[in-house]
Nanobody, 123 residues
Framework: QVQLVESGGGLVQAGDSLRLSCATS?????????MGWFRQAPAKQREFVAA????????YYADSVKDRFAISRDNGKNTVYLQMNSLKPEDTAVYYC???????????????WGQGTQVTVSS
């Protein structure tokens, strides 16, 4: 079983930065996993934000964030991060961490999800 716990959300102003964390745990080896961040704004469908292949750190981003957000992982802490810079009001959403076994980071078939953390960006 895989557990994911997000943290780091909050209320910020447009242009500010925020770093989300996703603490992972479970009887598994996360080096064989792909990790992703998704977000869901009110009345909108959940959308992909970023993904990372745990084994080599290869990232993949949605076009809407690729010049502002950065995904990374810390092997020692079993934690995945999402550094968000130059935040915009349209980035307001609940952000979810997700995990799936395997190395393919370009698909959306994640099996495990966290509970989400709220990010609100005021104008």
């Amino acid at each position: 079983q895989v557990q994911l716990v997000e943290s780091g959300g909050g209320l910020v102003q447009a242009g500010d930065s925020l770093r989300l964390s996703c603490a992972t745990s479970g009887r598994t080896t996360f080096s064989s996993y792909a990790m992703g961040w998704f977000r869901q704004a009110p009345a909108k469908q959940r959308e992909f934000v970023a993904a990372i292949r745990w084994s080599d750190g290869s990232p993949y981003y949605a076009d809407s964030v690729k010049d502002r957000f950065a995904i990374s992982r810390d092997n020692g802490k079993n934690t995945v991060y999402l550094q968000m810079n130059s935040l915009k009001p349209e980035d307001t959403a609940v952000y979810y961490c997700a995990a799936k076994f395997g190395s393919i980071i370009y698909t959306r078939d994640y099996a495990y999800w966290g509970q989400g953390t709220q990010v609100t960006v005021s104008s």
